[in-house]
């Protein structure tokens, strides 16, 4: 009985890793997604800002194109770590609460099958006594 409750376990953390690798799977290929969509976004924004610039730089002297392309770089840049943090930061959560329902769930069972193994236990204990009484 303990090997099959050890083999029980077993397989349930095999089914619990096995959800969590999908799930990893899942939140990166959504987390590129999110990315992919933002570089888009990001691009058709940048080239509509520079495309406006050249427009101005026809008025404007070099070295304050230079300065708003500049400026323009490092806000894309930044907006774009902070949108990964956030998407981090979103991932890490979801993981967790993933990770403590998992483990929630495999607690039941792991409770479930104790519940069992006892009553079986119980019943060969009793079947015993029953046999050695008859004997």
């Known amino acids: 009985h303990e090997r ?7 397989e349930l953390i095999a089914v619990h890793e096995e959800e969590m690798e999908k799930l990893r799977a899942e939140l990166n290929k959504e987390q590129q997604h999110l990315l992919d969509e933002l570089r888009q976004q990001l691009a058709a924004t940048h080239k509509a800002e520079i495309e406006q610039a050249q427009l101005q730089s026809q008025t404007l002297h070099s070295l ?31 993981l967790m609460e993933l990770r403590e329902m998992l483990n929630d769930k495999r607690a039941q069972e792991v409770a479930i099958l104790q519940s069992r193994h006892q009553l079986e236990w119980e019943r060969i204990k009793e079947q015993c006594l029953k046999e050695k009484e008859d004997l």
């Open 4 to 10: 099959e409750h050890q083999r029980e376990i077993s």
């Open 64 to 94: 304050e194109l230079e300065a708003l392309r500049l400026s323009l770089n490092n806000m894309h840049t930044s907006q774009l770590e902070l949108t990964q943090s956030n998407l981090r930061k979103e991932k890490e959560t979801a």
